[in-house]
């Protein structure tokens, strides 16, 4: 079956996702076989070079830029708590199962769930299929809805705002919960992370889940060096790509050791 996947839309300090997969309804990812497959056949080796071309591609820059300067970090700099806001308990699991997948995976990312929505920077609406266009109009209007429509197609989306230091300080996710296992959990990882600040798709980078050809459902280990490098303190809002530059080699080393550590890698 072809799959869809992501695109971005920055827009007044907002980052918008999109993205469309296929599967069934477990409750753990390595209970689905389109993710367990993936996972066997996971490219696991990187050079430093894939690694920072990765980082500087999807931390830097949006695919598709209305407004707003994207040429600085963007990042939260502050516990993130997450929101599940909707009727579906299963698909709640689930995506409280992603969110602590990211907490340990992520070593300087303070991330978990909430039950209090005043408390949450970080609301994820779960909706069905057939209720994802009124809900964007209800978050964008109905005139962004149907540019974002027509130009993405999404099955789900994400957006941030963020302050004139390029903190992000609040993320909407709006996810679909009646296209199956492989779909949520896709869609649930990639807008999640993205809505964290690596808002750029790359065609050109292979082993990402920023990468319109490229579906996971699970969090591989090469995002999980991107996700490391962007949370590291020394990264930090509003840094310029020189600025980054400067420091990546002692974050890169940490960050390998790091993720050696939680996959248990050679």
């Known amino acids: 079956m072809p799959q869809h996947r992501p695109s971005i839309l920055v827009?007044?300090?907002?980052?918008?996702?999109?993205?469309?997969?296929?599967?069934?309804?477990?409750a753990a990812a390595t209970e689905v076989p389109a993710i367990a497959a993936r996972q066997r056949n996971e490219k696991k080796v990187f050079t430093d070079?894939?690694?920072?071309?990765?980082?500087?591609?999807?931390?830097?820059g949006a695919e598709y830029h209305l407004a707003g300067r994207v040429d600085r970090i963007r990042k939260y700099d502050s516990p993130v708590r997450v929101f599940a806001d909707g009727?579906?308990?299963?698909?709640?699991?689930?995506?409280?199962?992603?969110?602590?997948?990211i907490r340990a995976k992520v070593q300087h990312l303070d991330i978990a769930m909430t039950e209090n929505s005043e408390a949450a920077n970080v609301v994820v609406k779960l909706v069905r299929d057939r209720e994802l266009?009124?809900?964007?109009?209800?978050?964008?209007?109905?005139?962004?809805?149907?540019?974002i429509r027509s130009s993405l197609d999404p099955q789900c989306l994400s957006g941030f705002r963020k302050n004139e230091n390029y903190?992000?300080?609040?993320?909407?996710?709006?996810?679909?919960?009646?296209n199956g296992d492989f779909v949520f959990l896709d869609c649930a990882y990639e807008e999640l992370l993205q809505s964290l600040g690596p808002i750029n798709d790359t065609a050109t980078v292979p082993w990402t889940m920023f990468n319109d050809n490229v579906s996971m459902g699970y969090f591989d280990v090469y995002d999980q060096y991107l996700l490391n490098l962007l949370y590291d303190p020394r990264i930090k809002p509003g840094m310029t790509v020189q600025e980054v530059k400067a420091v990546l080699p002692a974050v890169l080393a940490d960050a390998r050791a790091w993720v050696a550590k939680v996959n248990h890698l050679e």
């Open 167 to 178: 903190e992000i300080e609040h993320s909407d996710v709006i996810l679909t919960v009646d």
């Open 49 to 60: 070079a894939e690694i920072v071309e990765g980082f500087l591609k999807t931390a830097f």
């Open 87 to 101: 009727s579906r308990a299963d698909r709640k699991t689930q995506l409280a199962k992603v969110v602590a997948d």
């Open 11 to 26: 827009l007044l300090a907002a980052a918008l996702a999109a993205c469309l997969a296929d599967a069934a309804v477990p």
């Open 133 to 147: 266009y009124r809900t964007i109009a209800t978050f964008y209007g109905q005139e962004r809805a149907r540019e």
